[in-house]
Each structure stands twice: as C-alpha cells, then as structure tokens.
C-alpha cells in the first residue's frame, strides 16, 4: 500500500513541480473545467485528468487545472475556459481527451488558440 | 452516468458548492453490500429542502430549475436493491448515503474513483478524506496529510502522482477483482 510517506519521497525528488504555493499564482494560467452534472455526465472528469496528464508529463510551470460549476449551456459541455494573465478568456466547447490535449499543446505550449474547437456565436 | 465514481463526484460537487472545507468519502464493500457515504460540513439544508432533494425539480442552480444531480443518485441505488438516505442540519453539514447490492446485474460498475478524486482536489479551500475498504482491507487518503506535508495538492504534478497512488491502492484493496 502507498503511503503519504511514498508521496513524500518523491515530493524530495521532483520539489520544483509539487512545492508549496508558489508565487506564480497572479501569473498563472488556469484552465476552468465546468463540474456540474451536465458536465460530469458529458465527460468533464476524463478532460480534467487528461489536461492534469498532459501538464504534468509536459512539466509545463504556472499552469493549473480548476473546476466550477455549471455555466448555464450543458449542451455544449465538456467546456473548458482557458484564462492566460493579459489576455482574453478562450472557451471551448465539447471537449474530449484528445482535444484537451490538443489544447495544451497548441493554445498553452505554443500560443495558438484551437479555433475549431471553440465557442461561436450559434 | 454508467460509474458511481461519477455520481461520487457530482455528489461530492454539491459539497463544494455548498462551501465545505471537509468532505468525507467513505466506500465500504462486504460479502454482499456496498455502501457510499458522501458527508460533508458545508451551509447543510432546511428539513422542507431535504424532503425535496431527490426529485429532479428542486435545485439551488440559477441557470437552470433542475437539478439532477441526487435523483439520478437514488434512482442508481434503488435500481440495484440498495437504499438512499440524506441526513442535513442548517449550518453543520449534510451526509447522503446510498448501499448497493454488490452482486445484482443492475449495480452501475464503481469506475475510476482515482479519477474522481483527481478532480475533486483541486478544489482549493476544499480538504478531501477517502476511506476506501472491501472485506475489512483499505486504506485512507487524506489531503490534509498532504497539505501539513507542504504539497499543494492543486498543483498538476501532484495529483497526478496521487491520483495514480490511489488507483494503485484500490487494486491492492480490491485483489485484482473489478469492483
């Protein structure tokens, strides 16, 4: 069985990514996944596990993954909105594993916001 | 939703909602029932809120006047020869309940509770404790071990890494049988 004791070995091992609040927090990228049951019932939980994978196998820094509630258009969840300091919010809709990981990828790695995947005026 | 890892987090959501800084999930397996209690100390609701709770019309959402949530919850279990309960107090907190028949055919699958917690963590003023036991063998996740240990338990790198070592727990609990 693992222990916090297991958690904390590794914690010695990879300090800069697991380290108490950092002060990247005014800095920081956030990517908000809705957690409501409309969202949870479309897939929310896999999307917020593979953005959490792919930041973390990226070892990407300042970047974080929260969740809210509903934001009032369940139809169109899996939603992700994407918050980068200085710059306007991104939402996507109807997102899956694989677009998640498209998303770090291109929006946060590279810069590129997903326009196929985002939110239109319909 | 075809987990009850997933009603576990959408239950565990209201929790949030309702401003708790403590939930406790509590998975308890025997020969022959299954039984999950989601408690939590957040705002709790009035004895009128409570009797309503588990009907699809009564929701504290302003985006919509539903709420699915706890009905699709107690649907779940009374579908598999288990029982439904909720238990609330204004101001102390609220503790849903729901036991399963772990052999019937209609039983939902337990799916990814790691996942679940995963998502759940990151929840920042939010401290999470899971106790997860089959047979009398488990184990016990706290995140506020985690946090005195100085581990923000928001951060990626971390729960992931936690997240992969409840899943390794729960295969260790369950034997290699799918619960």
């Known amino acids: ?122 | 939703m075809r987990e009850l890892a997933l009603h576990i987090l959408d239950i565990a959501e209201n929790s949030i909602a309702a401003s708790a800084s403590l939930v406790e999930i509590e998975v308890a397996t025997d020969e022959k029932v299954l039984t999950i209690t989601v408690t939590d100390n957040g705002k709790g609701m009035d004895e009128e809120m409570q009797k309503r709770v588990a009907e699809p019309w009564a929701t504290t959402r302003k985006t919509r006047n539903i709420g699915l949530g706890l009905p699709f919850w107690k649907l779940a279990a009374e579908m598999a020869g288990g029982a439904f309960s909720i238990r609330s107090k204004l101001g102390e907190g609220t503790r849903v309940k729901a036991s399963f028949l772990v052999d019937c055919v209609d039983r939902a699958p337990m799916g990814d509770l790691a996942a679940t917690i995963a998502a759940l963590m990151a929840a920042e003023n939010t401290d999470f404790v899971l106790r997860y036991s089959r047979k009398g063998e488990g184990f016990v996740f706290d995140t506020r071990e985690l946090k005195a240990a100085g581990i923000d338990v928001t951060r990626p790198a971390a729960i992931k890494l936690i997240r992969d070592m409840i899943r390794e727990n729960i295969i260790i609990t369950d034997g290699g049988t799918v619960l």
Not at chain 1, 23 to 38: F, H, K, P
């Open chain 1, 1 to 122: 069985m693992k222990t916090i004791a297991d958690i904390m070995a590794i914690k010695e091992k990879m300090q800069r990514e697991i380290i108490l609040r950092d002060n990247l927090s005014e800095n920081e990228t956030r990517l908000v996944v809705g957690m409501a049951t409309c969202g949870i019932s479309a897939g929310a939980r896999a999307v917020f596990n593979a953005l959490v994978d792919e930041i973390a196998v990226r070892n990407l820094k300042g970047v974080k993954v929260t969740r809210s509630g509903c934001l009032g258009m369940c139809k169109l969840e899996p939603i992700v909105e994407v918050y980068v300091p200085g710059q306007e919010k991104i939402t996507y809709i109807r997102v899956d594993a694989e677009k998640a990981k498209k998303i770090i990828a291109s929006h946060i790695v590279n810069g590129n916001v997903v326009e196929e995947y985002m939110i239109t005026n319909e």
